[in-house]
């Protein structure tokens, strides 16, 4: 069973907390410190390779002093990730689509700068203020609509998981990238005898016919950009245009 442990809470909230005089001799390193240098080490070799000696390594301590900082590798994970939900900096004036709109731009440069997040779960986060931070901004955007108050929360998080499930996705082409050496078109070029040998075109109709229409032509990030805007242009329209007790796009 996975435990809670209360120890990563001050360190995800260490802005909040008022500095301390260090007695003795000043710390050599700190939190921000490790934190930075194990999300540089991601960025240019993945997660994996933040490991804690390499972090350890890299700013030239031993191994165990780190654990002063960050008490495991897992926290210091979520650290990691808290930071980058943090470096967004949400604020945006602008009505409800300005404010999505800045919203999923700040989400998507986050992963093209760090792909490395697509490789953790978003289902449990640390619970730090860069998780919060969103929360906050997208409840607001949602808020300037004035829909009730039980429809922010649901409102807020559809949005929210559109937009950071196709942020992943094009992470995920840069990871497999990076790890195969091969980009997602020809990937599938690769597999070109398929369709000559394979495909049935009678037991396909519709995609034969889409096929022949050339709607297949372009590469594949840009029909799941397409896609992307499509589905994103859907879905605010029906936040926008739902009433209370109808739910459904107008």
């Given at each position: 069973?996975?435990?809670?442990?209360?120890?990563?809470?001050?360190?995800?909230?260490?802005?909040?907390?008022?500095?301390?005089?260090?007695?003795?001799?000043?710390?050599?390193?700190?939190?921000?410190?490790?934190?930075?240098t194990?999300?540089?080490?991601?960025?240019?070799?993945?997660l994996?390779a933040?490991?804690?000696?390499?972090?350890?390594?890299?700013?030239?301590?031993?191994t165990?002093?780190?654990?002063?900082?960050?008490?495991?590798?897992?926290?210091?994970?979520?650290?990691?990730?808290?930071e980058?939900?943090?470096?967004?900096?949400?604020?945006?004036?602008?009505?409800?689509?300005?404010r999505?709109?800045?919203?999923?731009?700040q989400?998507f440069?986050?992963?093209?700068?760090?792909p490395w997040?697509?490789?953790?779960?978003?289902?449990?986060?640390?619970?730090?203020?860069?998780m919060?931070?969103?929360?906050?901004?997208?409840?607001?955007?949602?808020?300037?609509?004035?829909?009730?108050?039980?429809?922010l929360s649901?409102?807020?998080?559809?949005?929210?998981?559109?937009?950071?499930?196709?942020?992943?996705?094009?992470?995920?082409?840069?990871?497999?990238?990076?790890?195969?050496?091969?980009?997602?078109?020809e990937?599938?070029?690769?597999?070109?005898?398929m369709?000559?040998?394979?495909?049935?075109?009678?037991?396909?109709?519709?995609?034969t016919?889409?096929?022949?229409?050339?709607?297949?032509?372009?590469?594949?990030?840009?029909?799941?950009?397409?896609?992307?805007?499509?589905?994103l242009?859907?879905?605010?329209?029906?936040?926008e245009?739902?009433?209370?007790g109808?739910?459904?796009?107008?």
């Amino acid at each position: 069973m996975e435990e809670f442990s209360p120890r990563i809470l001050p360190l995800l909230w260490r802005r909040s907390i008022p500095a301390r005089k260090p007695v003795g001799r000043p710390p050599r390193l700190t939190v921000d410190v490790v934190v930075t240098t194990a999300i540089r080490i991601a960025d240019a070799e993945g997660l994996e390779a933040a490991s804690m000696a390499r972090v350890a390594a890299e700013l030239s301590v031993a191994t165990m002093s780190l654990y002063t900082y960050a008490p495991s590798r897992p926290e210091l994970v979520d650290l990691m990730v808290d930071e980058v939900l943090w470096t967004r900096a949400l604020t945006c004036d602008g009505g409800f689509r300005e404010r999505v709109a800045f919203y999923a731009d700040q989400t998507f440069a986050m992963y093209r700068a760090h792909p490395w997040l697509a490789e953790l779960s978003r289902v449990r986060p640390p619970v730090g203020p860069g998780m919060l931070a969103e929360t906050e901004f997208l409840l607001a955007a949602v808020a300037t609509l004035g829909r009730p108050v039980d429809q922010l929360s649901v409102a807020a998080t559809t949005i929210s998981s559109w937009v950071t499930a196709a942020a992943r996705h094009e992470a995920e082409g840069v990871l497999l990238r990076r790890t195969t050496g091969l980009s997602t078109d020809e990937w599938w070029q690769q597999r070109g005898e398929m369709w000559e040998s394979w495909f049935d075109v009678e037991s396909h109709p519709t995609m034969t016919s889409i096929w022949n229409a050339g709607a297949f032509d372009r590469g594949s990030d840009e029909q799941a950009q397409d896609a992307y805007a499509y589905g994103l242009g859907l879905l605010l329209k029906g936040i926008e245009s739902s009433v209370e007790g109808d739910d459904r796009v107008s």
